[in-house]
Nanobody, 129 residues
Framework: QVQAVESGGGLVQAGGSLRLSCAAS????????VGWFRQAPGEEREFVAT????????DYADSVKGRFTISRDNAKNMVNLQMNSLKPEDTAVYYC??????????????????????WGQGTQVTVSS
């Protein structure tokens, strides 16, 4: 069974940093775009960041631009999300997924969670004020 495995979440004070990791279980995501999304209690799952298969193209939600950095290491089959200057409103469960249909992020739906698959169980990020 193909699935993403997220890790790296935790409890951090506002202004702190965390580094999330997304690994592929059961297959490689090296040919796919990979995105990070988050979901707070009672909220819809929202787009955070996405990266093309080769790492050349990236897209960020306005709310995290300048604070979060997405990267990938295909040799290790890993996608990371470095989160700096964290705010209480960043508190959520963070998920990663892979989109096989838009490897270079050229399609306008690159921020749509419905286009991503192989979701993992998520990792909890809690930012205290």
């Amino acid at each position: 069974q193909v699935q993403a495995v997220e890790s790296g979440g935790g409890l951090v004070q506002a202004g702190g940093s965390l580094r999330l990791s997304c690994a592929a279980s059961g297959r490689t995501f090296n040919n796919y775009a990979v995105g990070w999304f988050r979901q707070a209690p009672g909220e819809e799952r929202e787009f955070v960041a996405t990266i093309s298969w080769n790492g050349a193209y990236k897209d960020y939600a306005d709310s995290v631009k300048g604070r979060f950095t997405i990267s990938r290491d295909n040799a290790k089959n890993m996608v990371n999300l470095q989160m700096n200057s964290l705010k209480p409103e960043d508190t959520a469960v963070y998920y990663c997924g892979a989109d096989p249909s838009n490897p270079l992020l050229r399609a306008p739906y690159r921020r749509a969670s419905s286009k991503y698959y192989y979701w993992g169980q998520g990792t909890q990020v809690t930012v205290s004020s």
